[in-house]
């Protein structure tokens, strides 16, 4: 891998996995335009990794009181708020893991077409701008029940489909439910630690099971770059996020999407 092609996936992957933009959109075009390989299962981990370590480090005083309120819960037999919110998170994650773990295969063999990845970009694109602009955003993170949590992890499930956008689904359908704009991306972001650390792991797993000739150096720049990254996409969107709202990012992918049907048709 050059120089180049280490940076720019890295910064793809950082920018595009907390944003709702869908990163399949983004890792198709390289492939598309510019014919570059396949990056590599190792790179692919340090690059998860990256982003997950990011989430966790910047949300690190609401992980360790959610860890807190949790355990405490389940010593006292009573949820205080942390630990609420801890197990609604787990909640809202078990859905996309059961659908995802029953559908792998068929996802694999039918869903992950460049056309598929443009119409699902255009298509939840404008369900996010309907959802921005019809939802009450009257209801702060501490008013998430535990229906709403489960619908929002129920459409999580949807994030399988290459180009929905996993962040982009669950804020569409927490500003649906009444919430913030403010209190739909931070239950989003939470949301997607587990997720991200159950797809490391596995790609962990299978870097194992194949063995590895990679490029140590890489490997770490490219984990350093997404990290990096991740942490100033999520700091900058949740800044700049009342003040701009969702739109600007609904119409980067309607012209995302566009010029994938453009290149592909």
């Known amino acids: 891998m050059s120089l180049f092609h280490i940076f720019f996936l890295a910064l793809i992957q950082g920018f595009t996995e907390f944003l709702p933009i869908s990163s399949s959109a983004h890792l198709i075009l390289p492939s598309t335009l510019l014919g570059w390989p396949d990056q590599g299962l190792a790179f692919d981990v340090a690059v998860h990794v990256g982003t997950l370590l990011a989430v966790v480090w910047y949300f690190r005083q609401d992980i360790v009181r959610l860890i807190r309120g949790t355990l405490g819960s389940l010593v006292r037999r009573e949820l205080d708020a942390g630990g609420r919110l801890g197990l609604q998170i787990v909640l809202a994650t078990v859905p996309a893991g059961l659908i995802g773990i029953l559908l792998e295969s068929f996802i694999e063999q039918h869903l992950r077409s460049g056309l598929v990845i443009a119409v699902a970009t255009i298509v939840f694109g404008l369900a996010l701008g309907w959802a921005d602009r019809r939802g009450s955003e009257k209801l702060p993170m ?96 949740l800044r700049y996020l009342d003040r701009f709202g969702f739109m600007p990012y609904v119409v980067y992918r309607l012209l995302l999407g566009g010029v994938l049907l453009v290149v592909l048709l």
């Not at 650390?197 to 770059?225: F, R, S």
Request: proline share 2%.
């Open 142 to 237: 501490s008013e998430l029940g535990w229906r709403a949590a489960l619908l929002i992890g129920l459409s999580q499930a949807l994030a399988l489909i290459p180009g929905t956008s996993r962040s982009g689904i669950t804020m569409t359908t927490a500003l649906l439910l009444g919430f913030q704009r403010q209190a739909a991306a931070r239950f989003s972001f939470l949301l997607s630690i587990p997720l991200i650390a159950a797809a490391g792991l596995l790609k962990t797993l299978e870097l194992i099971q194949a063995g590895t000739g990679a490029h140590w150096g890489q490997v770490g720049l490219g984990a350093l770059l997404s990290f990096v990254s991740a942490i100033l996409c999520i700091h900058f969107f």
